[in-house]
């Protein structure tokens, strides 16, 4: 050990750093989610990238990119296995051709409505497991770190 870097600053880390939290939180949630969804073929990314779809516009790419905290390079390549599979389409932005605007298949629809309870019932036990009937506070709070 170094005199200039003593294990009690690694403890701080350990006890104090948010990101390391989160992080791990994040996994071990997301593990949760991935292995719920399992049986219908989705992860929690696609589960959530498939939920964003279904609204009434199909939004183009950087807006579904920055709804998801997304770069735009990320969120082509997350496309792209969900298209190929029928769930989704992605079409030519009729105001601007070079912008695509990216859709829910019925398909992805179909396969929503089966994934939907798997997620109610896999949130349920998480709320469960936190001892809590309302995560409002949490949620708060993660939202006002994501700095939307």
């Known amino acids: 050990m170094r005199a200039d870097l003593p294990i009690e600053v690694t403890h701080e880390v350990r006890d104090r750093c948010l990101c390391l939290h989160l992080q791990r939180a994040a996994r071990a949630i997301a593990r949760r989610f991935d292995e719920a969804l399992r049986p219908v073929g989705l992860t929690h990314g696609q589960y959530s990238l498939l939920m964003a779809l279904n609204r009434p516009g199909a939004p183009r790419v950087g807006e579904l990119a920055h709804f998801l905290a997304m770069d735009r ?21 009729p105001k601007d051709k070079r912008s695509r605007r990216i859709t829910l298949t019925d398909d992805g629809r179909d396969l929503l409505v089966q994934a939907v309870p798997i997620w109610r019932k896999t949130h349920d036990d998480v709320d469960e497991m936190l001892g809590r009937d309302d995560n ?13």
């Open 136 to 148: 409002e506070a949490l949620k708060q709070d993660l939202k006002a770190l994501s700095f939307d």
């Open 73 to 93: 390079t990320t969120m082509t390549a997350n496309l792209k296995p969900l298209e190929r599979r029928g769930l989704l389409a992605m079409l030519a932005d």
